[in-house]
């Protein structure tokens, strides 16, 4: 059980184009969805809390208009890089939770790399 | 805010046990997770402890003292796949989000 799964696993695109990942929770219904971005050998910083049918609450530095999020079901969130650019390049991990988060288990996804050239 | 510490590297022999340590500071606990990461991957879940004291499963056991700030991830009779990194993740009451450390990666060798 508490399968979460992403689409694309990799993505390559040039730079301005916008790309979008989606984020499914295969078998159960996830309140609470987390955006992570991780650089290589850093550790997983959070980007963005979304709850299903209300609007996305970013960290700080983080800009909503550039990552846009929509937590359209209990099973689905999308993230989309708008305009991306090479520094946009890293490992996106979603996570879903069926709680608020807090003592609920998160369960990540299998990431998505995405390279800017 | 959370300050989270854990140590970078650690190398062990297979067979062997690996303890690693996690210290945290943090305005509001609401426990705290140990995840694996294998390189290129996403985090899989491995422990939660809220309450003080030692949860085991398995080969992997982990332990809490809410009034040291302290956490370790006990690892025993190593194997190879063992290899990957460990994150340590504090849980605070106020937001339920997840402040992660970054990550102790073990090599386990031969």
């Known amino acids: 059980g508490a399968v979460v799964s992403q689409h694309p696993s990799w993505v390559i695109c040039k730079s301005g184009t916008s790309v979008k990942i989606e984020c499914r929770s295969l078998?159960?219904?996830?309140?609470?969805m987390f955006w992570y971005r991780q650089f290589p050998k850093q550790s997983l910083m959070l980007m963005a809390t979304?709850?299903?049918?209300?609007?996305?609450?970013?960290e700080q530095g983080v800009e909503k208009d550039k990552f846009l999020i929509n937590h359209a079901s209990l099973t689905l969130s999308t993230l989309t890089v708008t305009s991306a650019h090479p520094e946009d390049s890293s490992f996106y991990i979603c996570?879903?939770?069926?709680?608020?988060?807090?003592?609920?288990?998160?369960?990540f996804g299998p990431g998505t790399r995405l390279t800017v050239l | 805010g959370q300050n989270i510490d854990q140590p970078t590297e650690m190398t062990a022999t297979e067979g062997a046990i690996v303890q690693i340590n996690c210290t945290y500071q943090?305005?509001?606990?609401?426990?705290l997770f140990w995840y694996q990461q294998h390189a290129g991957e996403a985090p899989t879940f491995l422990s939660y402890?809220?309450?003080?004291g030692l949860e085991e499963k398995g080969r992997f056991s982990s332990f809490l003292s809410r009034s040291k700030g302290y956490s370790y991830l006990l690892l025993k009779e190593l194997q190879m796949k063992d290899s990957a990194s460990y994150l340590c993740?504090?849980?605070?009451?106020?937001?339920?989000?997840?402040?992660f450390g970054a990550g102790t990666t073990v090599t386990v060798r031969a």
């Open positions: 996570s879903a939770s069926e709680g608020q988060g807090g003592t609920d288990t998160q369960y």
């Open positions: 078998d159960f219904q996830a309140t609470t």
């Open positions: 979304s709850n299903e049918g209300s609007k996305a609450t970013y």
């Open positions: 943090t305005s509001g606990f609401n426990g």
């Open positions: 402890n809220v309450l003080d």
């Open positions: 993740a504090v849980s605070h009451s106020n937001d339920y989000k997840l402040s």
